[in-house]
């Protein structure tokens, strides 16, 4: 990928080069134009609310792990009528980060450049240069995770192949012929 990434509408920087052992609290409160933005950037008819509750705290020796839960009320777009749907979202966020030099980061990668995951298994630490790790970026992207691609109103269903209406029978002197013959007329 080339290009600078936009940052992230709750963008919040926590300095990590020197985290307390217990690690530090962070929460954050998006504003009116933040949620805007980030109702933009979701496909969003608006984000109500938005706030993350996160724990950053040293992991391993160089590494940072970040914790905790994004809260967020939002209104999407009913994809069969149209009309907007109300959700709220309650997601965990989880993250481990080593910075780019890190020997941890590298120890899954063969000697030919490949790496082995396991599919089930937790996801690969990231890694970060400098000492600040964008946070608010990491609690976007479970916000992102966790929207209803589909949002449906309650009681709203897509129609399905066949669930159509069966035409009426056409009347007519064949049909009465065929009701005779089969004993329904």
């Known amino acids: 990928m080339s290009g600078k990434q936009e940052a992230s509408p709750v963008s919040f920087m926590a300095f990590v080069s020197r985290l307390p052992q217990k690690g530090m609290q962070i929460r ?10 980030l109702a933009e950037a979701h ?36 994809v ?22 890190s020997k941890l980061g590298r120890l899954g990668f063969e000697e ?7 599919a089930d298994g937790p996801d690969s630490p ?10 608010g970026a990491l ?8 929207i209803d691609p589909y949002p449906k109103k309650p009681g709203v269903a897509l129609p399905l192949p066949g669930d159509e209406e069966t035409p009426e029978e056409p009347e007519g002197p064949l049909q009465e012929k065929l009701r005779h013959l089969l004993g329904n007329g």
């Open 112 to 118: 030919g450049g490949e790496i082995h995951l396991d």
């Open 43 to 78: 496909g969003l008819l608006a984000v109500e609310r938005f706030a993350a509750e996160l724990h950053v705290a040293p992991w391993k020796r160089n590494g940072v792990k970040v914790s905790g839960k994004v809260d967020a009320d939002i209104t999407q777009q009913c």
């Open 139 to 146: 609690a976007e992207e479970f916000f992102g995770l966790a």
């Open 126 to 135: 990231e890694t970060f240069s400098g000492d600040t790790i964008d946070v």
């Open 80 to 101: 069969v009528t149209l009309e907007p749907v109300e959700a709220k979202i309650r997601e965990d966020v989880q993250g481990l980060f080593l910075p780019d030099d």
């Open 28 to 37: 954050i409160e998006a504003d009116q134009d933040q949620r805007q933005k």
